[in-house]
């Protein structure tokens, strides 16, 4: 016998799943998975990127291992941070780095080593077997002084010098003003205060 009632749909037949799927609505909006990135990534531009074709000899002039350097953990972020007051860190918005900035500043010694420092810049492997110098410290800070509007970098450099067993350590500083702390400025305003250090490193280790 032909029935004329409409078959229930498979949601219909579970009454339960159907509730759950309603219930679930109000919470979609509710839920982040994580962050929306800004627009750009930011990142450091060298002023002493070595020339392409360059070559070097680790047998013709000094080499030296650039380690990465520590950070407190206010920089130890791919934000980009402004002290407001000595005790107080916020941070720029949309303003973000395409890597950890003590990873971009690393990079950036290594260059200046190579090209100002005339020196081969080496991995930690590589220098097993070749007499080298070793760079590492502390980037103790990479951002904005809020109430000084400028670009601020900090670096306490360790170095220890090819066939020595002592340390030498300095303080090396550098601040540059902007016309305004935002994600605009935040690249610029950094890569020249980064730049001016990283210079001024290079001269030091490419001494004695």
């Known amino acids: 016998m032909q029935t004329n009632l409409p078959r229930l749909s498979r949601v219909a037949r579970r009454p339960g799943l159907l509730i759950a799927v309603v219930a679930m609505l109000p919470l979609a909006g509710c839920i982040s998975f994580g962050a929306k990135p800004p627009p750009q990534l930011l990142t450091l ?25 520590t950070s407190p953990a206010s920089i130890a972020v791919t934000r980009v941070p402004v002290w407001t007051t000595p005790t107080e860190v916020a941070y720029v918005k949309n ?17 200046a080593a190579t090209t100002r420092g005339n020196m081969v810049v080496l991995s930690s492997i590589q220098s097993i077997g070749d007499p080298s110098a070793t760079l590492a410290g502390e ?12 670009a601020v970098v ?7 010098r090819a066939g020595k067993d002592t340390v030498e350590k300095r303080r090396f500083e550098a601040r540059v003003p902007v016309a305004a702390i935002d994600a605009a400025n935040a690249g610029t305003g950094l890569s020249q205060a980064a730049n001016q250090v990283a210079a001024e490193v290079a001269a030091w280790v490419a001494q004695g």
Do not use: C, H
């Not at 303003?95 to 260059?111: M, N």
């Open 154 to 160: 900090i670096y306490d450099a360790a170095l220890t």
């Open 95 to 111: 303003a973000q780095w395409s890597e950890p900035p003590t990873r971009l500043f690393a990079r950036l010694l290594a260059d």
């Open 45 to 69: 531009q060298s002023d002493y990127a070595p020339a392409v074709g360059a070559t070097q000899n680790s047998a013709k002039a000094r080499s030296i291992v650039v380690q990465v350097p």
């Open 139 to 150: 980037l103790r800070q990479f951002g904005f002084d809020g109430t000084q509007r400028q």
